[in-house]
């Protein structure tokens, strides 16, 4: 097999990228992040004839030379993977727009196959297009396709088959004279074995990355004339563009009759994107997703947790061996795995999905960028922010929707104040239960406080300005739950196959500590820690291996403790304990999580300031009002 | 006392301009209609000038000598750019005599950034301060990272464009039947005329 069969999909955002994946290859995709950035690209497989041909995925983009970093990671595939063609998706009610990623393409000499998506919607808007023209014009092969109904897909197949390495001639956009000259002089400084045309425009569209492959950096310098006649030959490239594609879409459409545009988008329009009611609509959709999601993997825990309990206790016949704990504590471990993975996951990406297919989601984005745009994070950061409610390990998953490394960092550190479902469960549960409600409410309120402090303070660090936001409202369309499903799983199956295990083997690992008594040896050094918070010293084994597993810590404290717990502590002691156990990076998975996404300086890094960040004011907040009640 | 040098000094600049402005000789009539002070003034400031060599005179018409017109050309100058500036907002004439106020106090630092302005009202106004119907692009000012991306998206300069919604963050609007939101911040770049 050759090495370089190896085809890219491209397309820009909303033009049907990502069923054409799925009619392609279906659920068998690998999705990964491109080595150094947060872009994820997806991978797969497929038999063509006797090729196998392996096609690679890059986020929707609208040129290949804009900054972002999803831009950058399409360019950079298309040149370092070595390609051996490209499919442009195009989308046919607005073809002007499509073409323009087409042409630019051509200037690389990559073979170039044309996929027409939409092409029926746009005949019910009363254009009509003619392919034969359009593969005269771009000497490429033209589809229609529909991947939703398998239209033109064996036909895209047969031509990917055709075209693959195949040497191409392919269309090129006329530039003013003055700009043809520039290119053709810096065109003689490129090395290397990329298409000198391509280079030299990139060059003269002044994107930096592409000086290294002049021989002669200074070139741009000496064609110094023309840009006499072009002060801004950058913007003059582009309009070219724009231009050459606009009348390429102009001369293969025909517009039929125009039909009048659909009423109901707009009605919907006007009330999900009203200046009020858009922000009201979106964040109750929200609370109502949730609220949805946490009854539901409540129920899920409360079952799941049931079945392990008796099952436990069905392999031990009441006998509590040392192998029986450890396995004991394993099956814990995968039964949260599941209680997480099948809510908060599968159940979460399933809703996103969905509305992210009816185009909804965008409109959502809009409104929540209002909000998240005073923390410096774009608006996108309030799905992974309001995911951390159920758990935070797919919360941190799912900031990779931010566009870089820095915003995703700083959301991910955002999570130490947003409780998941565990630790409500100890706000709830411990400091509710045993210290009353508003004492629960004063644990929220401190973590609210002190939540926003360290935003505010990440911000001037970071830095971090919400990048101003362009985004296209997709029209509305109905979903298909086929798409949408495997959407849902493909998402969940990292979670499934690293994460899991994980759960499973710290399980066993807490098992074992337990069994062996090392539990004391270990917990010792820390009791610094109880003396600053000013709670009994057993009440470390809680604080220490809820790290391990923080769905334990509420059962650790009562069996530490005795189970009499508001005998045992104060109401400021319990508070205290709340606190301290809530703030903070709650557990070894999220850390491994971290780990995955940041590296493991930054994420040891994170979760060291964070959690001693909580211990602090934890201790803190106690020794304030101890002196406030002394003082009077 | 220092009233009178502040007027003299207003109507001399006047003179100059209007010299410049002209281009020839001009009779001293023109000058009495144009000015809108009591001949006293005018009659002062033509000697004082004269005297400085920088008119001279042929009967009733005036005329710039070498170094008025490098004195004059600095007034007249200003004097456009302020015109140009208001000429979009107010009628022609008013912008005229509004530029005659201006011009005599102006300084430099407000004549540059207004000049900045100028060049952008002579392609029409940012996109963000048109806020309902239909307007046409005129220019995107490039230099922001996102001008490709905007012409990609078809956002092009002789493109017609409905606003649709004008929210606190950005603005939607349709442009050949897709519909796109920017941020405000984007939004400033983008300049348009109103589409009739």
């Known amino acids: 097999m050759n090495k370089d069969n190896k085809f890219l999909i491209v397309g820009q955002p909303n033009s049907g990228k990502s069923s054409l994946i799925n009619a392609l290859i279906g659920s068998r995709v690998i999705i990964s992040n491109y080595p150094g950035t947060t872009v994820e690209i997806t991978k797969g497989k497929r038999k063509i004839g006797d090729f196998e041909i392996e096609f690679l995925d890059t986020p929707g983009i609208y040129s290949i030379s804009d900054r972002s970093e999803e831009e950058k990671v399409t360019e950079v595939v298309l040149f370092r993977e070595k390609v051996g063609g490209v499919i442009i998706i195009c989308d046919a009610t607005s073809l002007e727009r499509s073409f323009y990623m087409v042409l630019q393409i051509m200037e690389a000499g990559i073979p170039t196959i044309i996929a027409l998506n939409f092409v029926e919607e746009a005949e019910r808007k009363g254009i009509e297009i003619d392919f034969k023209k359009l593969e005269e014009i771009f000497s490429s092969p033209v589809i229609a396709i529909n991947p939703l109904t398998g239209r033109g897909i064996d036909k895209l197949m047969d031509s990917v088959a055709e075209n693959i390495n195949k040497p191409v001639e392919s269309f090129k956009v006329a530039y003013d004279d003055h700009i043809e000259y520039a290119i053709d002089r810096v065109s003689r400084e490129v090395r290397g074995d990329l298409s000198k045309r391509f280079v030299a425009l990139r060059v003269l569209e002044e994107d930096k990355d592409f000086y290294k492959y002049l021989k002669d950096k200074d070139v741009t310098r000496k064609i110094g004339h023309v840009k006499e006649k072009h002060r801004d030959i950058a913007k003059d490239i582009a309009v070219t563009r724009f231009g050459t594609a606009s009348f390429i879409a102009e001369n293969a459409t025909k517009i039929v009759s125009l039909k009048k545009e659909r009423g109901i988008e707009n009605t919907v329009d006007g009330i999900v994107l009203n200046k009020v009611w858009g922000p009201i609509i979106t964040v109750a959709f929200f609370i109502l997703m949730f609220g949805a999601i946490l009854f539901l993997g409540g129920i899920i825990q409360d079952f799941l947790m049931g079945l392990t309990e008796r099952a436990i206790s069905f392999l031990g016949k009441g006998d509590q061996s040392a192998l029986v704990i450890v396995l004991g504590q394993?099956?814990?471990?995968?039964?949260?795995?599941?209680?997480?993975?099948?809510?908060?996951?599968?159940?979460?990406?399933?809703?996103?999905?969905?509305?992210?297919?009816?185009?909804?989601?965008?409109?959502?984005?809009?409104?929540?960028?209002?909000?998240?745009?005073?923390?410096?994070?774009?608006?996108?950061?309030?799905?992974?922010?309001?995911?951390?409610?159920?758990?935070?390990?797919?919360?941190?998953?799912?900031?990779?929707?931010?566009?870089?490394?820095?915003?995703?960092?700083?959301?991910?550190?955002?999570?130490?104040?947003?409780?998941?479902?565990?630790?409500?469960?100890?706000?709830?549960?411990?400091?509710?239960?045993?210290?009353?409600?508003?004492?629960?409410?004063?644990?929220?309120?401190?973590?609210?406080?002190?939540?926003?402090?360290?935003?505010?303070?990440?911000?001037?660090?970071?830095?971090?300005?919400?990048?101003?936001?362009?985004?296209?409202?997709?029209?509305?369309?109905?979903?298909?739950?086929?798409?949408?499903?495997?959407?849902?799983?493909?998402?969940?199956?990292?979670?499934?196959?690293?994460?899991?295990?994980?759960?499973?083997?710290?399980?066993?690992?807490y098992g074992i500590l337990n069994v062996s008594g090392l539990t004391e040896v270990i917990i010792k050094p820390f009791s610094f820690i109880t003396n600053w918070l000013g709670l009994p010293a057993r009440t470390i084994i809680p604080l220490v291996f809820g790290f391990l597993q923080k769905d334990l810590t509420g059962a650790m404290l009562l069996s530490a403790l005795g189970s009499n717990i508001s005998q045992v502590l104060t109401p400021l002691q319990i508070y205290t304990f709340g606190v301290a156990s809530s703030v903070g990076i709650p557990c070894i998975i999220v850390l491994g999580m971290l780990i995955r996404e940041f590296g493991f300086k930054k994420a040891i890094i994170l979760t060291v300031v964070l959690n001693i960040y909580g211990v602090l004011v934890a201790g803190l907040v106690w020794r304030i009002v101890e002196a406030v009640r002394n003082f009077f | 006392m220092k009233k009178e040098q502040g007027i003299l000094k207003i109507v001399k600049e006047d003179i100059l301009r209007i010299l410049a402005e002209n281009n020839d000789k001009v009779p001293i009539k023109l000058l009495n209609s144009d000015i809108k002070v009591s001949d006293y003034f005018i009659d002062k400031a033509v000697r004082k000038m004269a005297r400085n060599k920088l008119i001279s005179s042929e009967g009733q018409f005036l005329r710039l000598t070498g170094e008025g017109k490098i004195e004059a050309e600095d007034i007249l100058k200003k004097h456009l750019v302020i015109e140009k500036y208001f000429e979009d907002l107010k009628s022609k004439k008013e912008a005229h005599n509004i530029s005659n106020l201006i011009e005599h106090y102006i300084s430099e630092e407000v004549m540059e950034n207004l000049k900045k302005l100028s060049t952008f009202k002579e392609k029409g106004i940012s996109l963000v301060k048109f806020d309902k119907g239909e307007c046409l692009i005129t220019d995107i000012v490039s230099g922001n990272d996102f001008f490709e991306r905007l012409i990609s998206m078809g956002v092009f300069p002789g493109e017609k464009i409905k606003i649709i919604k004008d929210l606190p963050n950005g603005i939607i609007f349709k442009i050949r039947n897709k519909k796109v939101f920017i941020s405000d911040e984007i939004a400033e770049s983008i300049r348009v005329l109103a589409y009739e």
């Open chain 1, 330 to 509: 394993g099956l814990t471990g995968l039964a949260v795995g599941v209680s997480i993975a099948l809510p908060y996951i599968f159940l979460f990406y399933l809703i996103i999905g969905f509305i992210e297919d009816t185009g909804l989601l965008t409109r959502f984005v809009i409104n929540t960028e209002r909000i998240t745009n005073k923390a410096g994070l774009p608006g996108k950061s309030f799905i992974p922010l309001a995911l951390g409610i159920g758990c935070t390990v797919p919360a941190i998953r799912a900031t990779r929707v931010l566009s870089s490394k820095k915003e995703q960092f700083h959301a991910a550190s955002l999570f130490a104040f947003i409780p998941c479902s565990s630790r409500i469960a100890i706000i709830m549960g411990i400091v509710g239960f045993f210290g009353g409600v508003s004492l629960a409410f004063y644990v929220y309120a401190t973590l609210i406080i002190i939540g926003i402090i360290f935003a505010l303070v990440l911000k001037k660090i970071f830095r971090t300005k919400a990048e101003p936001l362009i985004l296209e409202l997709p029209t509305y369309r109905k979903p298909m739950l086929k798409n949408v499903f495997t959407k849902s799983w493909i998402r969940m199956k990292d979670f499934v196959y690293i994460v899991m295990p994980l759960l499973v083997i710290f399980g066993m690992v």
